[in-house]
C-alpha cells in the first residue's frame, strides 16, 4: 500500500429525534482527520458510529474498500481511544493492552508479547504489571494508546484524547501522540475541542456543526480562512461576510447601515473577509494618514489574553483586537468609551463565501 491511498471512504448518517446527522469523511494512508466542533455538533456519534457501536441509519464504512457497515465492533480493524480511557481497573496494564488481541483470538503468550512490545514503543515497559490506578493521566492515555494499537487497527479513532489532562501534561503528551501517529500508517480520526490538538496533530480538519460538515481542509487554510462564526471564534480571527467589489467589500454592518473593507485582493460577488485581532490598532483620536480601514467603535469588554489584552469593540462592526497591556493602560480604555479602530487593507483575507 502506498501512502496516500484512500483507507477510510464512509458515509455516516444517524437519525435520532432530536438529531440527524449526515457526514462524508475519507482519510488516506497515514493521515489524520480532526473532527473539530461545539458541543453536541455529533463528533462522538460519527467515532461510534465507524467503531461500530452505533447502528447507521444510512450510508457505510469502507477500509481499505472493504464494506465493514456490517461488520461488529469486535470484529473491525479498529482502534479506539477513549476520552477518560476506560482502562479495566482489575487488570494489570499488560492485561490491558493484551485485551483486544486475546478477544480476537490470539493466543495468550503472544498477546501478552505484543503487549509488551508496544508497552515498550510508548516507553511504559516498567509498568507492564502495574494497575492503572497507578497511572498519571498521561501515562494512562499511552497505555490507551498502546491498547487501541495492539489490535493492529487500519482505523485509529480518538476521543479527546487530552481532554483529561492538565495543561502542562497535555504538551508533552501531544508531541508525544503526535510521534505515534506519524509512526501509524492507517487512517486515524481525532475528536477534538482544542484548535491547538487539530494545528499540531491533524493534516486535515473537518468542522462538524450541528451534524454537518460546514468546513473540512488542512488545519492552517481552516484557521486562516474560516467559514462560519464558531470556526472564526475558535481561531481567534474577525470574519464576515459581504459583496465584493475588487478590493472593496460591502459589509451589512451594525446599526450604522453597510460598512466597506478594503481588502488585500479583488473579488467580485459574495466573500468572506477575515482579519486576526493582532492586526488591529486602536487609536483614541482618528488615525492620521487615513488609513481605509478605521472605524470608530465602541469598547464592549476587555479580557487578559495570553500576553496579549483583547479588546472587544462594538458598533458599525463588531472587532476583536489584541493590545498590549502597556497600550491598554496608555489608552485607559474602558467599557463604553469610544475609540478608532484601524486595520491595513493587507492584513483583510477574501475569499468566496
Ligand atoms: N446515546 C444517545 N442517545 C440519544 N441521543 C444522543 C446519544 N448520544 C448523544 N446524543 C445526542 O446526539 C447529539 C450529538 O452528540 P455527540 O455526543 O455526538 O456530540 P459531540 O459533538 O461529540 O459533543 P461533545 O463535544 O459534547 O462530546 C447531541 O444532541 C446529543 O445530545
Redesign the pocket.
Known sequence: MTSGDVVLDARVA?R????S?DVGLRVASGQVLA?L????????????ALAGL?PLSEGRVLLDGVDITAEPAERRPVGMVF?DYLLFAHLSVVENVAFGPRCRGVPTRRARRLALDLLGEVGLAEYAAARPRALSGGQAQRVALARALAVRPRLLLL??PMAALDAHTRVSVRSQLRRRLAAFDGAAVL?T?DPLDAMVLADRVLV?ED?SAVQEGPPAEVARRPRTGYVARLVGVNLYRGEAEGTRVLLPGGPGGPVALTAASSHSGEVFAAFPPRAVALYRDRPHGSPRNAWPLTVDGVERFGDQVRVHLTGALAVSADITPAALAELSLAPGERVWASVKATEVECYPA
Open positions: 444517524v435520532r429525534p432530536a438529531f446527522l473532527l466542533g461545539p458541543n453536541g455538533a455529533g463528533k462522538s456519534t460519527v467515532l461510534r452505533l476520552q476521543d479527546e475528536v475541542h462538524l451534524g
